[in-house]
């Protein structure tokens, strides 16, 4: 009865907060770093394998909430290139949900699904498994998704760099052409994101309060909301509060 109780006051509560959310001063572009599946299931005396489907589970309420609050961009970092350093044992199952995780936002049927991250560096199985899902939503004019697979902060700069050097490079300019009229634009043509609105809001689950290198370039200006839910226990109130704390920021943008 007690866990009954505390469940509708919850929903009481989060309808309040939506209630007083005004959807034109929120977030465009939310980056979510899911955070805290293997504590989760530590904490719930699950397997770590059930950790990490609790969270893949938990992306498709939080895509519904986002479009429920007019959300145009969400970036879900999935698997970091760290990650790719875990044992066998682990990575191998990981990949595999993953991959079932991406599928699942293809076949929704309401999603774009875009990668963002290092193809390379991935199984080729895993790679089949993105550009497949970047194929099957090309025309879909809903929520943009952009899974974070393969992804590492510094190593999208690096690979931007090298991107924007080759192609100078093929238009014949010499690096001291290059070095002299380089801009920040033209990192940002070269980055994973290109094209795309900067993070208006980034959101890290897990108590951690740390960037660990997500979106580095983009989230210059972001607005950062720390929650201590590990991810697969993040609920509908926790994201409300993410944005009726960002609604009441005074956004600087350095000035």
């Known amino acids: 009865m007690r866990n009954k109780l505390r469940r509708l006051a919850v ?44 969270g893949a589970a938990k992306i498709h309420e939080l895509l519904g909430w986002c479009a429920e609050t007019d959300v145009e961009v969400v970036t879900l970092w999935m698997l970091s290139t760290d990650n790719l350093n875990r044992a066998p044992e682990e990575l ?79 238009e014949g300019q010499t690096l001291e052409q290059v070095a002299e009229g380089l801009e920040v634009e033209d990192i940002s043509e070269h980055l994973y994101t290109r094209g795309q609105p900067d993070p208006d809001l980034v959101i890290r689950t897990s108590g951690e309060q740390r960037l660990s290198g997500f979106m580095l370039w983009q989230s210059a200006h972001s607005e950062y909301y720390f929650c201590e839910a590990y991810w697969p226990a993040f609920r509908k109130v926790d994201f409300l509060r993410a944005l009726r704390d960002y609604a009441a920021r005074h956004r600087r943008y350095g000035i």
């Open 11 to 54: 929903r009481l509560y989060a309808r309040r907060v939506e209630g007083s959310l005004d959807t034109d001063r929120g977030p465009k572009h939310i980056g979510v770093i899911l955070d805290g599946n293997r504590r989760w299931a530590k904490a719930a005396g699950s397997t770590t394998r059930q950790g990490h489907e609790a």
């Open 92 to 170: 191998t199952p990981l990949l595999s949900i993953v991959e079932g995780a991406v599928r699942g936002l293809a076949e929704d049927g309401r999603w774009r699904v875009n990668h963002v991250g290092a193809l390379d560096v991935l199984p080729e199985r895993t790679r089949h498994v993105l550009r497949e899902a970047e194929e099957m939503t090309r025309g879909r004019t809903g929520i943009l998704v952009n899974v974070a697979v393969g992804y590492g902060g510094r190593q999208e700069i690096t690979d931007a760099v090298r991107s924007l050097l080759a192609k100078r490079a093929a």
